[in-house]
């Protein structure tokens, strides 16, 4: 298996860099090789040490063409790369060489009003819910407000990633050598889903 995932979206504030280094890693804890790679030149590299995954940075045209190429030549890795928010060019780029798009949304009818615009201009996209509510009130809700207006969609909607204060640890510069299991169990159940879909 070799691919390129894509986690794009017009609005910021999404969790597209959570849900990217959230999957990599999950990758990496079911055993499959993958890198994940930085384009918005507003973010800092992260070190790789410790992580069950690569990290790329191609914040520049040409550095992402390279990664690119680097990633379909090899034939057992997955790129996974995070588009960073408001950048629209970027965005149909990334959707034109990607394998798999991914737009994640939070629990707001800002973002719901942005995704269903994201996913009516990228019909291969798939939209993930991120940083979803674990209250049972504040879940049903949410839940609710997906089947109203997302409803047309629904092949396209893939399973919550609940709401984890440890993804953050994922983010940071050098991360713990131990990370907590639900981020764990998390990491794995994003990846599982996108394995299957690829």
Same mark, same amino acid.
Request: positive net charge; charged residues 25%.
């Given at each position: ?6 986690? !794009? =979206?017009?609005?910021? &504030?999404? /969790?597209?860099? +959570? ?7 999950? $990758?990496?804890? @079911? ?46 890795? !997955? =790129?996974?790369?995070? &588009?960073? /928010?408001?950048? +629209? ?7 034109? $060489?990607?394998? @798999? ?68 640890? @994922? ?28």
């Amino acid at each position: 298996m070799a691919g390129i995932i894509c986690v !794009i =979206g017009n609005k910021g &504030g999404t /969790g597209k860099t +959570t849900i990217t280094h959230m999957l990599c890693q999950g $990758m990496g804890l @079911l055993g499959q090789r993958a890198v994940c790679v930085l384009t918005d030149s507003y973010r800092e590299p992260l070190n790789p040490e410790g992580r069950r995954y690569l990290v790329a940075d191609a914040r520049s045209r040409e550095a992402l063409v390279k990664v690119a190429e680097k990633i379909r030549s090899l034939r057992e890795w !997955i =790129g996974v790369i995070d &588009g960073g /928010g408001n950048r +629209t060019e970027m965005d149909r780029n990334l959707y034109a $060489m990607a394998d @798999l798009v991914l737009l994640p949304f939070r629990d707001s009818h800002e973002d719901i009003r942005t995704v269903i615009r994201d996913l009516e201009m990228f019909p291969r996209a798939r939209a993930i819910p991120s940083q979803w509510p674990t209250n049972i009130w504040q879940r049903g809700s949410a839940e609710k407000t997906i089947d109203e207006f997302l409803a047309r969609f629904g092949e396209r909607i893939l399973q919550p990633v609940d709401a984890i204060s440890a993804s953050k640890l @994922l983010l940071q510069k050098t991360i713990p050598a131990n990370l907590p299991s639900p981020l764990a169990n998390a990491s794995r159940a994003i990846a599982r889903q996108v394995m299957e879909l690829l």
